[in-house]
């Protein structure tokens, strides 16, 4: 091969990876949220597809303050789980496998939010250790059974971490953060940080602004 066409080979590489690089993501399409308008939101109890048993309610008892302060009734989540109760439903799937119409005649609420985790919890490595959650989420309109929006957001404890030192001193990093992983439990402090970063508004492809925030209707 000349060194002409190996040239060229670079530069198509390199412009390949100038363009992935700039690629951002699409717009989300907001037409059935804006001709919906919910109200209030029924919170699910979220799909737990981690083997951490606590990943589903850890995530829950964060959901209600970011939808609260983007301007929505949230359905007090402990009336919600003892309603499910009462009919017999006690699995977060089941909930989720619920109908839309279902849901609408139990709670009222305009909309619902249906929450997986794929996510949580400390993962170890030699010289690091990292508490991760991740999790999906989808707004549906309870009356016409509509997706008014859907997105995605994780987190972790390493972010912003330096790791620059001598193997000693990541060796004894390392350590000091896998005892305090197993100590405290980060992974629900992380869980909160996702869900604020999932659920809010005003951000690009978030949840939409409430009837209750004084920006309705801007976004």
Not at 125 to 144: F, G, R
Not at 155 to 177: D, F, P, R, Y
Request: aromatic share 8%; proline share 5%.
């Amino acid at each position: 091969m000349s060194w002409k066409n190996s040239l060229k080979i670079i530069a198509a590489a390199a412009c390949l990876v100038l363009i992935q690089g700039c690629a951002t993501k699409a717009p989300f399409d907001y037409t059935a949220y804006k001709e919906s308008r919910p109200r209030s939101i029924l919170v699910l109890p979220p799909i737990n597809n981690t083997p951490e048993v606590n990943a589903s309610y850890s995530l829950l008892s964060y959901a209600t303050r970011p939808l609260a302060e983007a301007g929505y009734y949230v359905m007090p989540v402990t009336l919600v789980a003892e309603a499910f109760k009462e009919n017999g439903v006690t699995q977060p799937s089941d909930m989720h496998a619920t109908s839309a119409q279902k849901l609408r005649e139990i709670f009222g609420a305009d909309a619902a939010l249906y929450v997986s985790i794929s996510k949580y919890g400390t993962v170890y490595q030699v010289l690091n250790s990292a508490s991760i959650v991740a999790a999906d989420a989808k707004l549906v309109d309870l009356k016409t059974g509509k997706l008014l929006w859907s997105g995605s957001a994780s987190a972790s404890s390493a972010e912003g971490e330096n790791q620059q030192g001598g193997l000693a001193v990541l060796l004894i990093a390392a350590l000091v953060k896998q005892v305090m992983g197993t100590v405290m439990d980060q992974s629900h402090q992380i869980a909160g940080i996702t869900s604020t970063r999932l659920l809010s508004a005003g951000i690009p492809n978030g949840i939409l602004y409430g009837p209750r925030s004084p920006n309705y209707g801007k976004d």
